[in-house]
């Protein structure tokens, strides 16, 4: 049976691209070194390498979470379904693009590119334990009064029971025992959104925060899988077991002009999009539905993003640091290595009496990177690349049949097609795309379900120089999950995953996983 642990080459040291850019950035933000190919770096090696930063991190998070105290009444997601309204800045489908927000798909409104400040929800009157989209309720009145004074806050609790059905065992779970095993874990999640409007601070703005905290020993990475078979037991990157701010951020609007500045979880960005995103608590779990990896975008940016709509058009540009920001939570040296730039347009309207958009994005970065092909080589001896990394991407979604019960969802179909230069960006080309639904039947109005594919290419500069030494095989995965809604603030998620992986030596594989969701 095949291992993912290959001796060190030569006995050479090299600096790893973790996970192919560990997910377009861990590898630009931390210079790991290791003796084997990046994938093969441990999680307790990631661990030691953020450890260092864990006493800023706890400490800017717990200030937040102590800042929002008086906020503590929950509103969850869920809620919003009953209000029709949106809780976090709406306009970003994704982090390469500002104006890929509100993306298509069964929705009512064409959608937007602000990032509007949350409109708070309260619980309808008559609404029992059973039918309310929150376990805590309206907290006799105290959540509508905090709403009134500009302040949401959703909390979540999510617990993870996921194992290996078929495949080899890969070297992240053989090292320390877990295999294919069917392990636990879990995470919180907490998002404070604040109306300088309503606060009383300055109109037309808002102040943004996303607080997480994850636990547990199921891996994010099984049998030879080059992308995470769950992001929500990899996220935040190189934090496990510590509490990490990933978002903390301004936003603000003038008419349909709008602006974010600050750190930003690039999932947050998706939070609006009924395909791609969901922190893999919502919808899917693999890496390559919830953050589509590009090779140029870190999990978290520290920036600005600017947008205008113009009709049924959104324009926008973006600039942030080429590196991971997850841990970091100042300024100094930003932009030291480089800079990325993201321009975008989009459309959101209607195709044959359906909601639908149609996106093009581009993304490129300055930051020096290493030529594929001297990769294995010590580093003083690798050469820079020729070009700078980038990725081109459309996007599209299409409603195929409104929800009658819950407007605004519905089934619908969904794609993302991106390429690249190839070298240096260790990603050739990939295709996203699948269907999902939710509010489907009458009796089960929360309910969902999703079926999607993913395809990835990588670069053949890369391929070239890893061949024979680990030989590299196209990507491509199915994965289907259902949503089962015990009531609105309990879901119990079956999710199955198909995997062909990245390591061309290694079986396809299956991994299983049941989840559940919990909305305070």
Known sequence: MPT????SWQGHEFQALVWLNSWDGLSTATTIQCTCWAVNITISQLRSVFNRMHWRSSAVAGGVLLATLPATIPTPAKAQDLASQESLPVGLESAPALAEAE?????????????????????????????????????????????????NLRLWATGFYQGQWSGDVGSFTAADGR???????????ALV????????????????????LEGGRVPGFRGGALWPVNSGAIL????????????????????????????????????????????????????????????????VIMGGLLAQKIGEVSLSAMVFDPSDQTTNYWVDGLFADGVNVSLAAQWNGRAWGRASNLGLSYTF????????????LPSDLQIGASTYPDNLSLQFGHTLFPSKVRPGKGIGIYGKVAATRGNPNPIGWSFVGGITGEGMFVNRPYDGFGVGFYYYNWSQALEATLDPLL????????????????????????????????????????????????TF
């Open 4 to 7: 993912e642990t290959l001796p």
């Open 471 to 518: 030989p590299l095989d196209n990507e491509k995965g199915l994965e289907i999950y259902y949503n089962f809604a015990l009531t609105p603030w309990f879901i119990l998620t079956a999710d199955l995953q198909l995997i062909d992986p990245g390591k061309a030596d290694f079986a396809i594989e299956t991994v299983a996983a049941l989840r559940a969701k919990f």
């Open 236 to 299: 935040p990157l190189g934090s496990p077991e510590q509490l990490e701010a990933t978002s903390l951020y301004i936003s603000q609007r003038w008419g349909g002009t709008s602006l974010l500045v600050g750190k930003i979880n690039a999932i947050d960005l998706l939070a609006n999009d009924p395909f791609f995103g969901g922190w893999g608590i919502d919808r899917f779990m693999n890496l390559a539905f919830v953050a589509p990896p590009s090779g140029v975008v870190p999990p």
């Open 103 to 151: 993306s298509a798909g069964p929705r009512s409104d064409p959608g937007t590119a602000e990032p509007a400040t949350p409109t708070p929800t309260t619980t309808p009157q008559g609404l029992t334990i059973w039918n309310r989209p929150t376990f805590s309720g309206d907290w006799w009145g105290g959540r509508s009064e905090l709403a009134k004074r500009g302040v």
């Open 193 to 212: 959104d604040l109306d300088t409007t309503k606060l009383g601070l300055w109109r037309g703005g808002g102040i943004h925060a996303h607080l997480e």
């Open 179 to 189: 295999g294919t095993k069917f392990l636990s874990g879990g995470r919180l999640d």
């Open 365 to 376: 970065s300055t930051k020096d990177s290493v030529d594929l092909r001297s990769i294995l």
